[in-house]
């Protein structure tokens, strides 16, 4: 009888401590044993689990590229964009954003982005127009198309490096953002991996203890897609628990100075351009598939929806004010919600269980939930809870939900493909999916016996950073008036310096 292999042996940690993956490895004769030899470790030995996992990371982008090339050519005939599964915003947006007339965003016209998408809107597609100007014979959308596929591929690849950076003990936690079938559909939808490979970068940044270039990165990120705002609010509360908010203040100004700086010669020069981001989102309605779209739905079923007649969520429809309010309203008590399961958790969470939480309830409770967004919860998940049954799951209600939705839009041009049921049956299993993920990893917050990637660590926080170490003293009389008392306290390993280790 073999010993159980320990869980912090790369290429091992999978197999030995998820119950999925241990499931499957059975297939193939079970995990590895105490004195098996791991892929990789033997010196000269090219695929290391790392390097699989970046050539799966490549092949996947590769074969995205494939599945979105029957819309390449821009002849949208007969909705292909949605049969084929292969709508871009990329291609549809360098005619609607006067990209091919070789408008300069912001200058000529007003784009509906943050300023950073609408730079690199701009830097890849006016040099496409001028080329094509005097090239007449080349398709502009086309090559617009293929080099913002290029580049954001890129982001999505150094995604994924740093997933496997930030978990060297566990490379095949990777796999979870490199192999998505999520990636597979959406990668280019829009502009999302932009923002998410600086946040990526930032958090890796912020592991290494450079708070203020981590910052700065946040920064840039949240001038891309808001979202990675958020990873301040986390940092907030593991500076809270360890009582340094040094580095916390540092990261904190150098993400507002930067997003400030990027901002300001659009804010100053073209205000009214940069205005049109805040106000289209104050005043967009409710979005397809939303919490709120359910409830208009459900709302139907026994309403007319007429003045007198309406439920409380058509009602809200109509009042898009008082949406917005309790939207933000919502997202704040989960915010609220978050920082108290933070600070009277039996361990100091690790800061991407809560980035996760916070960015999955952001979504779950905003009137608008594009396709695309669920790609800002899949390294966060990689990070957070690296168990597969769970996202397989998710990833499954997404990939529906991504073929309901398209069909929701075949029918929204007059041709019926499914009734209007099944479409919110789509968005109630995503909806759902993504709830049970934020439960499990806050069960695992205030369960932290559970947490593998804790246990890999010894008990530690890889992602940590400058807030790695002993918790502040005046937690203790914090979680005692909540009555947390040392009964809760899970038997866990306890904190030692991490990530500077293992992280070179």
């Known amino acids: 009888m073999s010993a159980q292999p320990p869980a912090d042996r790369p290429d091992v940690a999978n197999a030995t401590s998820d119950g999925f993956v241990r499931g499957l490895s059975q297939a193939i004769g079970g995990p590895l044993g105490a004195h098996a030899v791991p892929p990789g470790s033997r010196p000269g030995r090219f695929w290391t689990a790392p390097r699989i996992v970046m050539a799966l990371a490549c092949l996947v982008l590769a074969l995205s590229w494939v599945q979105k090339s029957p819309c390449m050519d821009g002849n949208w005939q007969n909705n292909v964009q949605y049969t084929r599964y292969c709508y871009t915003d990329v291609l549809a947006l360098y005619y609607a954003e006067g990209l091919n007339e070789g408008k300069v965003p912001y200058v000529d016209h007003p784009v509906e982005y943050p300023v950073v998408t609408g730079y690199f809107m701009g830097v890849l597609g006016l040099p496409v127009h001028w080329y094509g100007a005097s090239h007449p014979n ?298 049970v993920l934020f439960f499990l990893v806050a069960r695992e917050i205030w369960r932290p016996e559970l947490d593998d990637v804790r246990r890999s660590y010894g008990g530690a926080d890889p992602d940590a950073g400058p807030l790695d170490g002993p918790e502040a003293s005046w937690l203790t009389g914090f979680r005692g008036y909540f009555r947390v008392g040392p009964s809760q306290e899970a038997p866990v390993l306890p904190d030692e310096p991490s990530p500077a280790v293992q992280l070179r």
């Open 138 to 435: 080349i398709n502009q959308g086309s090559w617009f198309y293929n080099v913002n596929a290029l580049v954001l591929c890129l982001f999505a690849v150094l995604s994924v490096a740093v997933v496997l950076a930030l978990r060297r003990r566990r490379p095949w936690d990777a796999a979870i953002l490199a192999v998505s079938p999520i990636v597979l559909v959406t990668a280019t939808i829009n502009w999302d991996f932009l923002a998410i490979g600086l946040f990526a970068l930032g958090l890796f940044l912020w592991a290494r203890r450079y708070p203020v270039g981590a910052g700065v990165l946040f920064g840039l990120g949240a001038a891309a897609k808001l979202w990675p705002l958020f990873i301040l609010g986390p940092i907030l509360i593991v500076a809270l628990r360890t009582g340094r908010l040094r580095p916390f203040f540092s990261a904190f100004f150098a993400t507002g100075v930067t997003w400030l700086l990027v901002n300001l010669p659009v804010m100053v020069f073209w205000h009214e351009s940069w205005l049109r981001f805040f106000r289209l989102n104050s005043e967009r309605p409710v979005d397809w598939g939303t919490f709120w779209y359910i409830g208009r739905y459900l709302d139907g079923k026994w309403n007319a929806g007429t003045v007198g007649d309406q439920g409380p969520f058509q009602w809200l429809s109509d009042h898009i004010p008082t949406l917005n309010y309790l939207s933000y309203a919502l997202f704040g008590l989960s915010c609220v919600g978050i920082l108290l399961l933070g600070l009277l958790a039996p361990r100091r969470p690790r800061i991407s269980q809560l980035a996760f939480l916070v960015v999955a309830a952001f979504l779950i409770f905003s009137k608008v939930w594009s396709q695309q967004y669920v790609l800002w919860l899949l390294p966060l998940i990689a990070l957070a809870r690296p168990k597969w049954g769970a996202v397989i799951a998710w990833s499954l209600a997404e990939v529906a939900y991504l073929a309901a939705f398209y069909a929701e839009l075949i029918g929204a041009g007059g041709k019926t493909v499914i009734p209007e049921g099944t479409f919110v049956l789509a968005s109630t299993l995503r909806l759902v999916t993504v709830a």
